[in-house]
């Protein structure tokens, strides 16, 4: 069946420092890759989304890549703060709602002061 | 507005006992999915419903069953616990004015079986 890889499991960086966090899918008819980020007891939150027509998106100090004919997209995480620390996770979906969304198995970032 | 609500927060069961999750939306959405997640395992899809009236099978739907009750309110039900199914369960919605794939979650549910 469809999956997304995700990689590092966990990652440690300095304060300032950057992150980058990548994932692989595998349905090739998937359009649609969220990233959400979740703190610890918290719910998943959306910070950044991305569509198969395009190749880059940039929000502030988060940035995310897409290479479809690789399947492979990146999230990018610039001059890094401590309450950047939590769980991330990619995911890819087909179509518009309604649709499954298959997450990756999540990174543990620590962003050390 | 209240965005996706979830009942119970924490429950505790004995194995063979039977539960619902409650899940409601008030966001006008389409959509509605229940994904269980568990350490190291991010959060896999039990059951979605696409619209009010439909329901369909994500990737670990065995041994729970669901219902779309309206627009609103998506419950999810364990006919029979089992200690496998100890997880955090969270409830999610999609399809509204802006970006109809992006999913918001509800706070979630601790359920512990022993």
């Known amino acids: 069946g469809e999956n997304v890889e995700q990689h590092p499991s966990t990652l440690s960086v300095q304060e300032g420092d950057s992150a980058v966090i990548k994932c692989t899918y595998s349905?090739?008819?998937?359009?649609?890759f969220p990233w959400y980020k979740q703190e610890l007891g918290k719910r998943p939150q959306l910070i950044i989304d991305?569509?198969?027509?395009?190749g880059e998106k940039k929000d502030q100090r988060i940035a995310v890549t897409l290479n479809k004919t690789a399947k492979h997209f990146s999230l990018h995480i610039t001059e890094t703060q401590p309450e950047d620390s939590a769980v991330y996770f990619c995911?890819?979906?087909?179509?518009?709602?309604?649709?499954?969304?298959?997450f990756g198995a999540g990174t543990r970032l620590f962003v050390k002061a | 507005n209240a965005g996706v609500t979830q009942t119970p927060k924490f429950q505790v069961l004995k194995t063979g006992q039977s539960m619902t999750l409650q899940c409601a939306q008030d966001?006008?959405?389409?959509?509605m999915y229940w994904y269980r997640q568990d350490p190291g395992m991010g959060l896999r899809l039990i059951y979605y419903s696409a619209s009010e009236g439909t329901t369909d099978k994500g990737e670990v739907p065995n041994g729970y069953n669901v219902s779309r009750l309206n627009k609103r309110e998506f419950s999810l039900r364990l006919e029979s616990a089992a200690p496998s199914q100890t997880s955090v369960y969270f409830c999610?919605?999609?399809?509204?004015?802006?970006?109809?794939?992006?999913?918001?979650f509800g706070p979630g549910t601790r359920l512990l079986v022993l």
């Open positions: 995911a890819a979906s087909r179509g518009t709602g309604g649709f499954k969304t298959i």
């Open positions: 349905d090739s008819a998937s359009n649609y």
């Open positions: 991305i569509r198969s027509n395009v």
């Open positions: 966001m006008n959405h389409n959509s």
């Open positions: 999610a919605s999609s399809g509204g004015q802006g970006t109809k794939e992006t999913q918001y």
